[in-house]
């Protein structure tokens, strides 16, 4: 991949006799959102300390706009948001934020309107000790937001929020990367990346299994579509004899095909006719695919 502002050739890390991450090589341009997906130990946090310096290379090689991990420049481009953020509990929510400002080198002018786009302007000017793990959350997301990062990393970002709190946080992703971040999130929320980021990685016991966007992770896997074919009363028999399908309750039948066999398998379903009450066809999604490159299916 060129220009890649977050760019991971073959990076290997290895702690005494044990290999936590097996040559992964992994790159984002700018804009990008790449969900970083794998197991607890898959070697998800071993990939982002290693990037954000935090730990080193036993192997292979990692530049974060185009500078080592750790350096000053790589350190001033890179925002980090941990699963389990810890603030000062006696500060209020601006002395935080106006703290991380100073640090970073940004004016203190952006904490007010930071504070007000993730939601916590009412909150400002309480201590932090009184506010939820929510709240929490989105103040980190505030510090992410300094300074307008080159590479933002987040580990599990969703943690503590609520459906509308994390519907409004990717529309934040959203903004980052359209401001030319190169985004890396760590999630378990499958449903939730699937659909708000551009490609997905898959670690699985430190080796990179998958890399590439859903739909081409979709073909490669070859796994077949569901149809679930609703019987009109008592049809349900003769539906699943004229098809071939699986019974799965009193009144539905099962059948699985390849994905490019979908359009003659619904047209060869339209001659039962008045059989059937109603046809659902369900694509394999995102838990399917993790399921399979985590346990030993390859792109």
Known sequence: MTDAVLSIAAATKERGS???????????????????????????????KLILGLTPLTDGRITVDGAAPGSAHARAATAYLPEAVAFHKSLTGREQLALFARLAGVSTAQVGPLLERVGLADAADRRIGTWSKGMRQR??????????????????????????????????????????????????????????????????????????TLANLSRRAGLPTRLRIRAMPGAADRVAGQTGGARVNGASVEILCAPENKMEELRRLSHLGDL??????????????YRHYAEGGRT
């Open 18 to 48: 044990l290999r936590t991450l097996n040559a992964v090589s992994l790159d984002l341009r700018a804009g990008e959102r790449v969900a970083l997906l794998g197991h607890n130990g898959a070697g998800k946090t071993t990939l982002m």
């Open 139 to 212: 103040l980190g997301l505030a510090q992410v937001l300094l300074g307008r990062p080159r590479v933002a990393l987040l580990d599990e970002p969703t943690s503590g929020l609520d459906p509308i709190s994390r519907h409004e946080l990717y529309a934040i992703i959203d903004e980052l990367a359209a401001e030319g971040a190169a985004v890396l999130i760590a999630s378990h929320a499958l449903t939730e990346v699937e659909a708000r980021t551009d490609r997905i990685a898959i670690l699985s016991h430190g080796d990179l299994v998958a890399n590439d």
């Open 276 to 289: 059937v009450a109603d046809i659902e066809m369900t694509p394999p999604g995102l838990e399917d695919l």
